[in-house]
T-cell receptor, first 115, second 117 residues
Framework: NAGVTQTPKFQVLKTGQSMTLQCAQD?????MSWYRQDPGMGLRLIHY???????DQGEVPNGYNVSRSTTEDFPLRLLSAAPSQTSVYFCASSYSKIPGNTEAFFGQGTRLTVV | AQKVTQAQTEISVVEKEDVTLDCVYETRDTTYYLFWYKQPPSGELVFLIRRNSFDEQNEISGRYSWNFQKSTSSFNFTITASQVVDSAVYFCALKGGPNNAGNMLTFGGGTRLMVKP
């Protein structure tokens, strides 16, 4: 059981480049989300999805796009990378049948550096 | 708006000492959920515990224990007889109730615990 799988684990981008962070889960969870972790700020929500075809913005959505074409996959796109997007990114999924009463499962994280 | 505060940014203890990590939260929801996650040096986030707002019983799991007090909006985490392997960043998180679309979590800033041999 792989759980939540993120790729890549590390990435260096130049300012202005675009890229997609991949996230896949094999637990048939309906809810998926992306967080970024910055020193001293904990994790902050970027975007989330409550099911295939449904996405919404979180606390810090600017500069990022998401889509959810299948239950399993929830990619995060950086359209034009900026140094302020240097961070560690986590994908998470959770079961929706008992809203709020389930823990989120996190991927291993992607450490992104924008130079 | 919801908020989670972990006032201790860094704690250093010597092995076998007991240590308590503080977590204070703010929410207007009457039903909510509190979590603790551990982030070891390898970087992944490991789920430790979930507590519902209507269940104020304290919980003990081995060397770990949690003290949930609604009156003070706190959900503190104690490690008894700390070990070097407990060295990690610990996050407290809050999830609101029925109106929380997507099971979104609000995290505290984290507490870095260093256990020295």
């Amino acid at each position: 059981n792989a759980g939540v799988t993120q790729t890549p684990k590390f990435q260096v981008l130049k300012t202005g480049q675009s890229m997609t962070l991949q996230c896949a889960q094999d637990m048939n969870h309906e809810y998926m989300s992306w967080y970024r972790q910055d020193p001293g700020m904990g994790l902050r929500l970027i975007h989330y999805s409550v099911g295939a075809g449904i996405t919404d913005q979180g606390e810090v959505p600017n500069g990022y796009n998401v889509s959810r074409s299948t239950t399993e996959d929830f990619p995060l796109r950086l359209l034009s990378a900026a140094p302020s997007q240097t961070s560690v990114y986590f994908c998470a999924s959770s079961y929706s049948k008992i809203p709020g009463n389930t823990e989120a499962f996190f991927g291993q994280g992607t450490r992104l550096t924008v130079v | 708006a919801q908020k989670v505060t972990q006032a201790q940014t860094e704690i250093s203890v010597v092995e076998k000492e007991d240590v308590t990590l503080d977590c204070v939260y703010e929410t207007r929801d009457t039903t909510y959920y509190l979590f603790w996650y551990k982030q070891p040096p390898s970087g992944e986030l490991v789920f430790l515990i979930r507590r519902n707002s209507f269940d104020e019983q304290n919980e003990i799991s081995g060397r770990y224990s949690w003290n949930f007090q609604k009156s003070t909006s706190s959900f503190n985490f104690t490690i008894t007889a700390s070990q070097v392997v407990d060295s990690a960043v610990y996050f407290c998180a809050l999830k609101g109730g029925p109106n929380n679309a997507g099971n979104m979590l609000t995290f505290g800033g984290g507490t870095r615990l260093m256990v020295k041999p």
